[in-house]
């Protein structure tokens, strides 16, 4: 059955799968969309014949008319469409992991995904490695999770920590430490660069135990996410030097395919992969 998607956010991840749903690359229909800018909307309306248009949404709430909510719109944005998206019975996919590090949401959206008959997606976004976490923490043999992130400079601007600390990114000239703490507080403190760290502890040993490292390094050219993990299992490290997208250097292209992977899987006979 081919199922119908609405998006929220018509920014870099959200117009990559709509093109992936116009081109047929996962079989779905784009029914709705919702963005704060009607250029972008139309953007992504275009992509589409007339005949096969998605249509604007005037409000959140029109997107639960679609079978599959997805949220790229950024982590404000999460209170307002997960827990209604999954009362309406949606399947719901969220980019924007780290808002779950306030732990009373996320007590709320998990209790959603519980209670109705919608499921909550976290893909693995522009980390790899989380089908081994996963596997292992289930079995209770994960110790530790750590993730050592590296952008260039540019890409952590905005940053509320960056800001609070007045760390001046131009003047970095060699690659430097700018945060380490638990994932928790990563995510809260670069809402735009490392939901990757929450994806990892949900799959892994929980937020405030996760370990996470972001450094600024002035001649990176990739974002790239390196996961160390040990535990009964052995010693798990992956890491992904990551093509930023064009159009937003903060988000990898990985992370915007890792969505559209994780939605064609929604329709799938055949999973590969833990
Ligand atoms: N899990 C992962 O691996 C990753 C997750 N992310 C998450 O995904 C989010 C989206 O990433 P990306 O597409 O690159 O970001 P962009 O900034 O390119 O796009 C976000 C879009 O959402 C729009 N938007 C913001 N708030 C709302 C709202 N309340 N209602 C409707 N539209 C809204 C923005 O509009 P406007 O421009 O007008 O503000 C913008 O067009 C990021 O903010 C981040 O939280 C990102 C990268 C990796
Ligand atoms: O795209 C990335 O490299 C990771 C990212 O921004 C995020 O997790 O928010």
Do not use: W
């Amino acid at each position: 059955m081919v199922r119908s998607v609405g998006i929220l956010g018509c920014g870099t991840i959200g117009t990559e799968i709509a093109r992936a749903i116009a081109t047929e690359t996962v079989p779905a229909t784009l029914s709705v969309v919702h963005g704060q800018h009607p250029d972008r909307v139309a953007a992504v309306q275009d992509q589409f014949d007339t005949d096969s248009q998605p249509r604007a949404a005037e409000s959140i709430s029109d997107l639960f008319e679609a079978d599959i909510v997805i949220e790229a719109a950024g982590q404000d944005a999460v209170d307002d469409v997960a827990i209604d998206a999954l009362e309406h019975g949606c399947e719901c996919l969220l980019m924007s992991v780290g808002a779950l590090a306030d732990a009373e949401l996320r007590s709320d959206v998990l209790e959603a995904a519980d209670a109705g008959s919608g499921r909550l997606h976290l893909p693995s976004g522009a980390i790899a490695g989380l089908d081994a976490i996963k596997a292992a923490a289930l079995t209770g043999e994960l110790e530790t999770a750590t993730l050592q992130t590296t952008k260039p400079p540019s890409g952590l601007e905005g940053a509320p920590y960056i800001d609070a600390n007045d760390i001046d990114l131009d003047a970095i000239t060699e690659p430097t430490v700018v945060f380490e703490g638990p994932a928790n507080e990563a995510a809260s403190a670069f809402p735009s660069n490392i939901n990757v760290a929450m994806a990892l502890s949900l799959a892994g040993i929980g937020p405030s135990e996760t370990a996470v490292e972001i450094v600024a390094h002035p001649d990176a050219e990739t974002n790239t996410h390196t996961i160390s993990a040990t535990g009964g299992m052995g010693r798990i490290e992956t890491t992904v030097e990551n093509v930023p997208s064009p159009t937003n250097p903060k988000t990898s292209y990985l992370a915007a395919i890792s969505a559209i992977e994780k939605l064609r899987s929604l329709s799938a006979t055949v999973t590969v992969g833990t």
